[in-house]
């Protein structure tokens, strides 16, 4: 015998609003799991017969300014908070000129009015600013594996990434320890495997991990505000070049989600 942790309920649930969301033909993905990486739902795409592929688990798309998560961890690594004052207006790096997307800029503003609205040349100063490399060790340490660039860009999701470790990344997060690794089975015999699941866990300092959630929460009343619920909730939007790919990552209780449209 060999239990999952599948939740029947969940997964009929995340294959109804997948099934009947008004998509026009576009394809969608979507990841819940628990905040210790228990994977309860997954769906794919819109139709496992049209298309057996896994975009939950073996797309890589770009994660656009859900990728955000991991430069502001860099810097309230570095020392800021969410009331830090931050510059809002057009910036060029080494020839790059990145823009917000509303093509709107406020100055001077604190940290977490710029996660909010999800500035991106806040986003690139602060890629400036901690360190590339900062950024990327961030990434990492959540449990992203999978290839980064090591330039500015990357502050406004340019590297790809799968939905369930951009998920599983969330989760961390949430939990406050990490990296959580999303994990499909329970009661497996083999104790050791269950134990390296946890082996080198580490678990967030508190004011960062305080702040984080902050930011998060602040971002469901910004760009996220289509997500809001009658309870806490924390999340990211995300829009990749060209608006090829959505994202949404958040938690609300125990459930962590990842959708991709």
Same mark, same amino acid.
């Given at each position: 015998?060999? &239990?999952t @942790?599948?939740?029947?309920?969940?997964? +009929?649930?995340?294959?109804?609003?997948?099934?009947?969301?008004?998509?026009?033909?576009?394809?969608?993905?979507?990841?819940?799991?628990?905040?210790?990486?228990?994977?309860?739902?997954?769906?794919?795409?819109?139709?496992?017969?049209?298309?057996?592929? $896994?975009?939950?688990?073996? /797309?890589?798309?770009?994660?656009?300014?859900?990728? &955000? !998560?991991?430069?502001?961890?860099? /810097?309230?690594?570095?020392? =800021?908070?969410?009331?830090? %004052?931050v510059?809002?207006?057009?910036?060029?790096?080494? *020839?790059?000129?990145? &823009?917000n997307?509303?093509?709107?800029?406020?100055?001077? %503003?604190?940290?977490?009015?710029?996660?909010?609205?999800?500035? $991106?040349?806040?986003?690139?100063?602060l @890629?400036?600013?901690?360190?590339?490399?900062?950024?990327?060790?961030?990434?990492?340490? !959540?449990g992203?594996?999978?290839?980064?660039? $090591?330039?500015?860009?990357?502050?406004?999701?340019?590297?790809?990434?799968?939905?369930?470790?951009?998920?599983?990344a969330?989760?961390?997060?949430?939990?406050?320890?990490?990296?959580?690794?999303?994990?499909?089975?329970? $009661?497996?015999?083999?104790?050791?495997?269950?134990?390296?699941?946890?082996?080198?866990?580490?678990? =967030?300092?508190?004011? %960062?991990?305080?702040? =984080? !959630? @902050?930011?998060?929460?602040? +971002?469901?009343?910004? @760009?996220?505000?289509a997500a /809001?619920?009658?309870?806490?909730?924390?999340?990211?939007? *995300?829009?990749?070049?060209?608006?090829r790919?959505?994202?949404?990552?958040?938690?609300?209780?125990?459930?962590?989600?990842?959708?991709?449209?």
């Amino acid at each position: 015998t060999v &239990k999952t @942790t599948l939740d029947r309920g969940l997964q +009929s649930t995340a294959e109804r609003v997948v099934r009947q969301a008004s998509l026009r033909g576009l394809q969608a993905a979507v990841v819940a799991m628990r905040p210790d990486g228990e994977v309860v739902a997954m769906v794919g795409g819109r139709d496992y017969k049209k298309s057996p592929f $896994n975009r939950a688990t073996q /797309a890589m798309r770009q994660p656009g300014s859900t990728f &955000k !998560l991991f430069v502001y961890l860099a /810097a309230l690594r570095a020392g =800021m908070s969410p009331d830090t %004052i931050v510059d809002d207006s057009p910036v060029e790096i080494a *020839g790059w000129k990145p &823009k917000n997307d509303d093509g709107r800029y406020l100055g001077d %503003i604190t940290l977490r009015r710029a996660f909010q609205r999800s500035s $991106n040349v806040v986003a690139a100063r602060l @890629t400036q600013e901690v360190g590339v490399r900062n950024v990327i060790r961030a990434a990492r340490d !959540l449990g992203i594996t999978t290839p980064i660039a $090591n330039e500015a860009t990357i502050g406004l999701g340019t590297s790809e990434v799968s939905l369930l470790e951009l998920t599983a990344a969330f989760a961390g997060v949430s939990e406050g320890r990490y990296p959580v690794q999303p994990h499909g089975l329970r $009661n497996v015999a083999d104790k050791s495997w269950y134990q390296a699941l946890t082996d080198g866990q580490r678990t =967030m300092p508190r004011r %960062i991990h305080d702040d =984080m !959630l @902050t930011l998060l929460a602040a +971002s469901v009343r910004g @760009t996220g505000r289509a997500a /809001a619920l009658s309870v806490d909730a924390y999340g990211k939007t *995300g829009t990749s070049q060209s608006g090829r790919d959505a994202w949404f990552i958040g938690f609300a209780g125990d459930l962590v989600v990842g959708v991709w449209v």
